[in-house]
């Protein structure tokens, strides 16, 4: 199973970027995939996730600025990312919840970079 992450880069404040997910295989063997994002020296914090069923679970921090949606024809998984702020500047992971099938194992694609810098 592997996870393909895209569309990270330098934006300015206020601005918006989408990350890309690609599974390499079909989401719906996942019980959840979402994001999550690191700094330098802190821990690996959730950003958002999207359950099989269509729930979401956001950070309270990113609440009303970022939006996960899936493509399940294309078994890619979105991160909408709008007004951003220099605190987003993060490396951001995609994640998988791996389903029965799976084992129930976790799985992280490579980080992404996006930096919120004037």
């Known amino acids: 199973v592997q996870l393909q992450a895209s569309g990270g880069g330098l934006v300015q404040p206020g601005g918006s970027l989408r990350l890309s997910c690609a599974a390499s295989i079909s989401i719906f063997s996942f019980l959840s995939m979402g994001w999550y994002r690191q700094t330098p020296g802190k821990q690996r914090e959730l950003v958002g996730t999207?359950?099989?069923?269509?729930?979401?679970n956001y950070a309270d921090s990113v609440k009303g600025r970022f939006t996960i949606s899936r493509d399940n024809a294309k078994n890619m998984v979105d991160l909408q990312m709008n007004d951003l702020k220099p605190e987003d500047t993060a490396v951001y992971y995609c994640y998988a919840k791996g389903g029965a099938s799976l084992g129930l194992l976790d799985y992280w694609g490579k980080g992404t970079l996006v930096t919120v810098s004037s």
């Open positions: 999207l359950t099989i069923g269509g729930s979401t």
